[in-house]
């Protein structure tokens, strides 16, 4: 059971788009479409932003969409906006009623 | 209102044991699976158990896995977590989350502060 492996960091300028990148392996990423991503601001808790690997819930902004190939899942976000600012984390099913989280990115916008 | 309430979080010496609770209200509880959570300060999510709507699908994370027990009372609305056997590297703030029907976490509560510290 090992993080999924994300960069520590993401910037960009508002208006322009950046994806996040979340790396697994053959037993969890690759081996399921059960990826999900969340939004993470200080002392609030986390939200659902993305699952089922490309799905948005009702009220997340079609500015979040989710993609992946192989054993790695994407996160983009376009027409970054200040309130964007925050840490994003994937999770993907891993089998076995287990899950496992990213390492987390932290999303600055310049 | 979805309200998911955690309890139970205090500070405790090395080897020692607690139990967290965590009280739902307003969502169907007893139809989904629900999960705990954790984030040590400054650090990552890292996900510590889950259980099935009818308790018959159980997960640990390697790193609680025969210290911590997941259990639920459907009849009450609840989730508890007992950790024994804490370690200094179980201090983290533990989040109740419900997982919704996509498999995905899309109901947090707030969390409850454990700290193992002698």
């Known amino acids: 059971q090992s993080a999924l492996t994300q960069p520590a960091s993401v910037s960009g300028s508002p208006g322009q788009s950046i994806t996040i990148s979340c790396t697994g392996t053959?037993?969890?990423?690759?081996?399921?479409?059960?990826v999900s991503w969340y939004q993470h601001h200080p002392g609030k808790a986390p939200q659902l932003m993305i699952y089922?690997?490309?799905k948005r819930p009702s009220g997340v902004s079609n500015r979040f969409s989710g993609s992946k190939s192989g054993n790695t899942a994407s996160l983009t976000i376009s027409g970054l906006q200040a309130e964007d600012e925050a840490t994003y984390y994937c999770?993907?099913?891993?089998?076995?009623?287990?899950?496992?989280f990213g390492t987390g990115t932290k999303v600055t916008v310049l | 209102e979805v309200k998911l309430v955690e309890s139970g979080g205090n500070l405790v010496q090395p080897g020692k044991s607690l139990r967290l609770s965590c009280g739902a209200s307003?969502?169907?509880?007893?139809?989904?699976?629900m999960h705990w959570v954790r984030q040590v300060p400054g650090k990552g999510l890292e996900w510590v158990s889950g259980?099935?709507?009818?308790?018959?699908?159980?997960g640990y994370a390697d790193s609680v896995k025969g210290r911590f027990t997941i259990t639920r009372d459907n009849a009450k609305d609840s989730l508890s977590l007992q950790m024994n056997s804490l370690r200094p590297e179980d201090t983290a703030f533990y989040y109740c989350?419900?997982?919704?029907?996509?498999?995905?976490?899309?109901?947090w509560g707030q969390g409850t502060m454990v700290t193992v510290s002698s």
């Open positions: 989350v419900r997982q919704s029907a996509n498999d995905a976490f899309d109901i």
């Open positions: 307003g969502l169907d509880f007893d139809d989904y699976g």
């Open positions: 259980i099935s709507w009818d308790s018959v699908n159980i």
């Open positions: 053959g037993s969890d990423i690759g081996n399921y479409n059960y």
């Open positions: 089922d690997v490309t």
């Open positions: 999770c993907s099913y891993a089998g076995f009623s287990i899950y496992v």
